[in-house]
Nanobody
Framework: QVQLVESGGGLVQAGGSLRLSCAAS????????MGWFRQAPGKEREFVAH????????HYADSVKGRFTISRESGKNTVYLQMYRLKPEDTAVYYC????WGHGSNWHEESAYDYWGQGTQVTVSS
């Protein structure tokens, strides 16, 4: 089992910044490829960003490209999501997820991820 714990969410004004963190514990191994998803009220959960196990490759949803940056501590299962120029439409619960068993080629799909955190709320006021 891998436990993922997110932190760093909160309330911020439009145009502001937040940094989310996700730390993995439990099963040893990795580092794992990891990703961030989000779910806004009344909407489906959607892909936000992905980072490969090495940290060399990153991918972003078009809606956050140029504003969000995913990174990780080298060799560790700790990832960050730095969010800049936040918009009210970024309001959502943000989830961290890890790819432990699969090859992760479908990194933009929820089905690629084996473990999920509980989520952290991000609210952007206008």
């Amino acid at each position: 089992q891998v436990q993922l714990v997110e932190s760093g969410g909160g309330l911020v004004q439009a145009g502001g910044s937040l940094r989310l963190s996700c730390a993995a514990s439990g099963r040893t191994g990795g580092p794992y490829a990891m990703g961030w998803f989000r779910q806004a009220p009344g909407k489906e959960r959607e892909f936000v960003a992905h980072i490969s196990w090495s940290g060399v490759q990153t991918h972003y949803a078009d809606s956050v490209k140029g504003r969000f940056t995913i990174s990780r501590e080298s060799g560790k299962n700790t990832v960050y999501l730095q969010m800049y120029r936040l918009k009210p439409e970024d309001t959502a619960v943000y989830y961290c997820a890890a790819i432990v068993w699969g090859h992760g080629s479908n990194w933009h799909e929820e089905s690629a991820y084996d473990y999920w955190g509980q989520g952290t709320q991000v609210t952007v006021s206008s």
